[in-house]
């Protein structure tokens, strides 16, 4: 949700002329309804072409999980490949790929989600798979005990072995001391390795019912044709209780925190992240809003201010980003990261002076009115353009309503975010970029540690 | 509110979050599986499954018009005006083929069109940009080089985009300064490549699979090659490579005929004068055998190469499903079933061929646990082998055509997806109805035209192989699951 963060941040100006071309485009309609059981649906109808994306997104993720038993809900979702009452293992994906379809499933902290993008008339097939592996699971074991090896291949591809993802994955854990976001998605391997197999089915029974989850459908359909699809294959399936989820909720200022890294890598690098609240989690929305419009004003462009002054006005880092997720079911980071410029003998030491001068001057001085505007014109040509993919548009649906908000959200985030002033951007940054919020990562080349 | 592309040019990834935190949201892509898998499969209980009437799906028609400017660049058009937008995509045959002895100048060249026109620095030309809500977007590989325009389609925000990405493309000013600082963050992306496995086999791959060619060289050029590429070099390769003649564009979008061809013509007019560049060389045929690189990562990467076709092969088409039933990247391919979902050795195996201007690579991509890589390579050589010699089965190249004929309407769904078509067809000099044409041949193939072609092009003992990991001592293969193989269920047609 990088992209909203930036596309919506601006708006701050009270004046907000629409110009009438961004939306000379009907609005595409959008309809939800809740099936007796529980089960929610949002249509978003777009006919340009023949095609459908359907998508189901359940509300478990890792910060669900406990120590000792992380990685449950990605195994989980590995194994929703291998077989349910009506097809075998791995079947299903045969099935859908005969059909021309692309499939795949995702996991984060906060959710896990199946989707098929296919031509619109196999959409029947992809929901009759999809609410199959939500009632009847199979969950044989000799699956697992290959899909695990499968598992912990996918473990040391994108993290054991990428020296960059294994430092983030430590960051965040220290990051968030009290929260199951301090969780890796993945799991530590030492969770993979005793990892069992009833565990998964206790893990299925628990939290895949209608009643946790969202279904989405965008493309060339109507809502009434969905209904229907969704009553004959999903109605059946009971409702069931599902664990009361507590939202991740933070220690406000944890103090300042400080991890020093050696891995495998030839140049050093920084990271920062500061607690803050998220949309959900926020007493006042608008702290929210001027934190993603913070994020924009630093890192909103090329022309933003990271790589307009860091990257090429000091000259002070080969790279630099930032990055703010309000849309995350309990707190959230603010995060900084940065790669100093070796070539011009800069150091993490420059660099952290130079990341906080931009953090203290929008404490300090409010944003310029061309800056604003220009973050503006961003998010209003962003909403325009998002709508050229289906499963972006059914992605961020599928998003918002599983960690507590509402799609309704895309349409009225305009409003919201036109309400926060200059004034507000700068309360944010005061109250948020302090040293009681802040952990630190140096990470560092691993010749050092012989130093 | 989704990811769309930062209109910058990023070289390595401006740090870890970048590169992190995209990995963090969608964790945990590939949950997949394999295709003739098995177990207590009862018969066909999927009610929706029986209910599809077998025809090919419909489809989004496109008119694709095209003509050519004044100064010689061929130009395709799709009109597209359900959304206010449109799609500019300008590519040149100006990719690292065209290096000469100077690797990293089509890079470093394409990396500086927005650095600086008349009378703007880089900081005014992304403003310009992001003031209208628009994205510029760059980058170079080895055949080609992309400028692109994604901008609202209302005259006020169209036009001044239009103006500046003309300049930007057509007479950008090559500060002095902006190459010092873009020549080191190339320094910079060549030292953070040194700790990606993946990266080093890839590069190690192509050095060997084309030996003196220019294709054997990373696009980015080297920390050797890079620093000392001067703005006079750069001068002259964009006043021919970026020339009118060498240019095809590419435009999707909420535009008349005569806005595309005015907008077609300004982009053209703008552009240095000149005809289109010359092809390189064909490769010569690499020396097969295995190079291993030491590496402490916790896996080994394997890559496996011979040398493929060019766009213009007819044997393309069959050469695509051969190798859409090998490992075209799907589950249930023979490489997925065998390695992944039987054995659980890696989690993910695919095979590739890519059409370039001339002969570009098969590849075979995997990575494994380091003490099982010498039983999955020789497993992944005889898997090819095998295919080889018996060419695939009549079920599989029927659920072949059937994947692409159903996957046919998803191709062009998007004004993002037409104009990515619509460069490829212009820059490889294909016919207007390529994307029909391709398909009909598809559907018209027999195993053993499959297998002929397959064998024409690709042979067992050919493979130019790079692994990189550790040295660790070795051990067996699991057995694979022991559960007999079914005939697939298949879905109904004829």
């Known amino acids: 949700m990088n992209a909203l963060a930036r596309r919506a941040a601006g708006l701050l100006l009270s004046t907000l002329c629409l110009p009438l071309v961004a939306f000379a485009a009907d609005v595409q309609p959008t309809h939800e309804f809740i099936l007796d059981n529980g089960l929610k649906v949002v249509v978003r109808e777009d006919h340009r072409a023949p095609v459908v994306v359907s998508q189901i997104w359940y509300k478990v993720g890792s910060s669900y999980e406990t120590p000792g038993q992380t990685g449950l809900s990605h195994a989980l979702e590995h194994m929703m490949f291998k077989g349910s009452a009506k097809i075998g293992p791995g079947e299903a994906s045969r099935i859908l790929r005969d059909l021309g379809a692309e499939e795949n499933a995702f996991t984060s902290d906060d959710y896990t989600a199946y989707y098929q993008v296919l031509a619109r008339d196999r959409l029947p097939v992809a929901l009759e798979l999809e609410a199959d592996r939500l009632a009847s699971l199979r969950l044989p074991a000799d699956e697992f005990a290959r899909e695990i090896e499968v598992i912990k291949e996918e473990r040391r591809l994108r993290t054991d072995d990428q020296p960059s993802a294994k430092a983030f994955e430590l960051f965040r854990a220290m990051a968030f001391p009290a929260s199951g976001y301090h969780t890796p998605t993945i799991g530590w391997m030492a969770d993979l390795e005793r990892m069992k197999v009833e565990e998964l089915r206790h893990w299925y029974e628990s939290w895949y019912a209608p009643n946790n989850a969202t279904l989405v459908v965008v493309g060339d359909v109507t809502a009434d044709e969905v209904k229907g699809l969704a009553q004959k294959y999903f109605g059946s399936i009971p409702k069931r209780a599902v664990p009361p989820a507590k939202l991740p909720l933070e220690l406000a200022e944890p103090g300042q925190r400080l991890l020093t890294l050696h891995v495998r890598t030839q140049l050093p690098s920084l990271i920062y992240g500061f607690n803050v609240p998220s949309l959900a989690t926020a007493k006042d929305p608008r702290t929210v809003h001027a934190l993603r419009l913070i994020s924009a004003l630093l890192d909103g462009g090329y022309s933003a201010r990271m790589p307009a002054r860091l990257e090429r006005g000091q000259e002070l880092v080969a790279g630099a980003s930032s990055s703010y997720n309000a849309f995350t079911r309990g707190d959230s980071l603010f995060l900084l990261s940065a790669t100093p410029n070796v070539q011009k003998q800069k150091t993490l030491a420059d660099v952290e002076k130079g990341v906080w001068q931009l953090l203290d001057e929008l404490k300090t001085t409010p944003p310029s009115a061309e800056e604003l505007e220009r973050v503006r014109a961003q998010v209003i040509a962003g909403l325009v353009y998002d709508r050229d993919s289906i499963s972006s548009q059914a992605t961020t649906i599928g998003q918002l309503e599983t960690v507590g908000l509402s799609w309704k959200l895309i349409d009225s985030e305009l409003d919201e975010l036109k309400r926060v002033t200059p004034e507000d951007v700068q309360n944010a940054a005061r109250t948020y970029f302090t040293r009681e919020r802040l952990s630190v990562a140096h990470v560092l080349p691993e010749e050092s540690a012989h130093e | ?494």
């Open chain 2, 1 to 494: 509110m989704s990811d769309r592309s930062a209109p910058r040019y990023t070289l390595i990834g401006t740090g870890i979050i970048a590169l992190v935190v995209a990995v963090a949201a969608v964790l945990a892509r590939p949950a997949h599986s394999e295709a003739e898998s098995s177990a207590a499969r009862p018969a066909n209980t999927l009610q929706s499954l029986a209910e599809l009437d077998g025809k090919a799906p419909s489809r989004r028609q496109l008119n694709i018009q095209n003509w050519t400017t004044a100064e010689g660049a061929r130009v395709l058009f799709v009109e597209a005006r359900e959304l206010p937008m449109f799609d500019l995509r300008v590519t040149f045959a100006a990719g690292s083929s065209q290096d000469g002895n100077t690797p990293g100048l089509a890079t470093l060249t394409n990396a500086m069109l927005n650095e600086g026109v008349a009378g703007k620095d880089v900081t005014a030309i992304a403003e310009g940009f992001e003031g209208l809500g628009a994205d510029f977007g760059n980058g170079s590989y080895r055949d080609m080089a992309v400028a692109s325009l994604r901008s609202l389609s209302a005259k006020d925000k169209r036009e001044p985009a239009l103006k500046l990405f003309a300049e930007v493309t057509g007479k950008p000013t090559f500060p002095e300064d902006a190459l010092k600082r873009i020549k080191n963050q190339l320094l910079a992306g060549f030292e953070y490549e040194k700790q990606n496995p993946g990266k080093i086999a890839g590069k190690a791959l192509f050095s060997k699979l084309y030996g003196d060619h220019p294709y054997a060289q990373p696009s980015d050029g080297s920390a050797e090659s890079v620093p000392g590429i001067s703005l006079e070099q750069l001068r002259a390769f964009h006043a021919k490579a970026y020339a009118a003649g060498n240019a095809v564009i590419a435009l999707v979008g909420d535009l008349s005929r005569e806005e595309a061809e005015a907008v077609a013509a300004q982009v053209s007019a703008t552009l240095p004068k000149g005809p289109a560049l010359a092809k390189p060389a064909q490769p010569v045929e690499p020396k097969a055998g295995v190079t291993h690189i030491d590496f402490p990562s916790k896996q080994t990467h394997l890559m496996l190469a011979e040398l493929g076709i060019d766009r213009q092969d007819p044997d393309w088409p069959a050469l695509s499903l051969g190798n859409q039933i090998l490992g075209g990247g799907a589950f249930g391919t023979r490489l997925m079933s065998e390695v992944r979902e039987k054995r659980g050795l890696t989690y993910g195996v695919y095979s590739v061929f890519s059409p370039m201007q001339v002969r570009g690579p098969f590849m075979i991509n995997l990575q494994t646990r380091a003490e099982l890589s010498e039983g999955t390579l020789k497993l992944v050589q005889d898997i090819l082998a095998d295919y080889l010699k018996s060419g695939p089965t009549q079920q599989e190249l029927d659920d072949a055509k059937r994947e692409l004929a159903g996957s046919f309407p998803l191709s062009n769904a998007s004004n993002a997806s037409i104009v990515g078509q619509l460069g490829a067809i212009g820059f490889y000099n294909l016919p207007l109805t390529w994307l029909e044409d391709f398909m009909q041949q598809s559907q018209a193939l027999t195993v053993e035209q499959v297998k002929t072609a397959m064998n024409k092009h690709l042979a067992a003992d050919k493979l130019v192989i790079v692994t990189v990991g550790p040295k660790v001592p070795q051990k067996p293969l699991p057995a694979p699951t022991d559960k007999p193989s079914e005939q697939p269920l298949g879905v109904p047609e004829h």
